[in-house]
């Protein structure tokens, strides 16, 4: 049995992002992955001679890029600095084109509603601002729950609170409001047009399995135009690119990726993981790995076998402690 720090179960990109992350401080991490490549949903394949992207193009967060310094692995990303125009396809031939540039965008928009255009530049302004609030949230560590182990752990809390606060009354208050908002109810208040409308509601759902009409989808409309740097795609190259980058930095940090490595199960002994190969795999490349956490998405029920025990959420406090 081998023992490490961290076990990852799958190497798609966020696997390979927490395990390069993780291995650059000083921990011992080994990623199992049941195909025999990694990248799950983000990988280029081959059909019948043609290559195309699964189901995910290739992007990152700037920072991660910059952080891992993929850029010296192959990854291009100063080539998407710039991004696409938006379009959306509409009946009898007709679309509308958000460009990049808010004037361009405002002539296309003024077609079907000159008040929309003239709204256009505030919607934006609102939109970086919300964006860098969400932004802010996801680079604020939070403190260790239920009982930190200082009041200092709350600073950074405290300074995401003054952020928001800083961005003054309104935009506080709309920003707060937006995120459990429904996608239709958000571009409602901004638009009157039903193109305008449409178009910008889809980023609510892109990545999701929702409705316009469900409750948070603002929130998820905010979180894409964060990732695209606006309201259209950024891409940085094929996913294999992308994937293929992650992996060699996160084996130039000490990673182990271990290719047709399914898990079937995880025991939790001790408040210690290890994880079980699956059935299907041959005796010699089964493995059975120990580690005292083990990070994998929970679609496939490796912790149903055991029931929760009353008491504090000892997995979380775990992941603070690694």
Known sequence: MRSYDVIIIGAGHNGLVTAAYLARAGKKVVVLERRGIPGGTLVTEEFGGFKADALQSGSLRSDIVRALKLANYGLNFQAASVNSPFISLLPETSRLVIDADPVKAGESIKRFSAKDASRWPEFLAFMEKAASFLDAAYRTPMPRLPRPDSLTEGIPLAQLGFKLRAMGRKDMLNIIRSLPMTAVEFVEEWFESQELRAAVASLGIHGVTQGVMSAGT???LI??????????????????????????AAKSSGVEIR?????????VEKAKAKSEPAASQPPRAARRWHAPLA????????LRPHPARPGPPRAALSTRRA
Do not use: Y
């Open 223 to 248: 979180h894409n135009w964060l990732n695209r740097g606006g309201i259209s795609h950024r891409h940085i190259g094929m996913a294999g690119q992308v994937t293929g980058a992650l992996a060699a």
């Open 295 to 302: 990070c994998g998405r929970s679609r496939r029920g490796f």
């Open 259 to 267: 290719l047709d490595a399914d898990v079937a199960k995880i025991n």
């Open 218 to 220: 603002a929130f998820n």
